[in-house]
């Protein structure tokens, strides 16, 4: 896979048009258009831009196509809340039964740059 290729795969998986994500790394559109289309591959300035603006990029993948895409993994949050036993009490305290006695529906991130990603349990799929 060439860098043209991982460039569209963050922008893809970021939701993002090659306009926006020329805008977002404060670049010009017209050279976002030239690493897109293989004509020109990206320097330095441009790779570090990157990983600093998305650092959830891991610089292996960015630069040599090496390992995933994304260095932060994504656990299953819902899945282990759901596998917690409570500890075997005498009582229970009554803020402990209520939280157990509930369910997580979604969960909703909310991202400076304006956009979310929203997370739902298995029950909401």
Do not use: C
């Not at 040599?64 to 260095?71: L, P, Q």
């Not at 803020?95 to 400076?112: A, P, Q």
Request: no cysteine; hydrophobic share 35%; glycine share 4%.
């Amino acid at each position: 896979m060439e860098i043209n290729d991982r460039l569209t795969q963050i922008m893809t998986s970021k939701q993002l048009s090659s306009s926006a994500f020329a805008d977002f790394l404060e670049i010009q559109r017209s050279n976002m258009s030239h690493y897109l289309s293989g004509r020109n591959k990206p320097g330095v300035e441009i790779l570090q831009k990157i990983l600093t603006k998305m650092p959830d990029i891991n610089a292996d993948w960015l630069m040599m196509g090496r390992g995933e895409m994304s260095k932060i993994e994504h656990p299953d949050i819902f899945g282990e809340y759901s596998r917690q036993q409570p500890a075997p009490q005498a009582q229970a305290p009554v803020l402990k039964k209520v939280v157990l006695n509930r369910k997580i529906e979604r969960i909703t991130v909310y991202f400076d740059d304006g956009t979310f990603q929203e997370f739902y349990s298995d029950s909401k799929k």
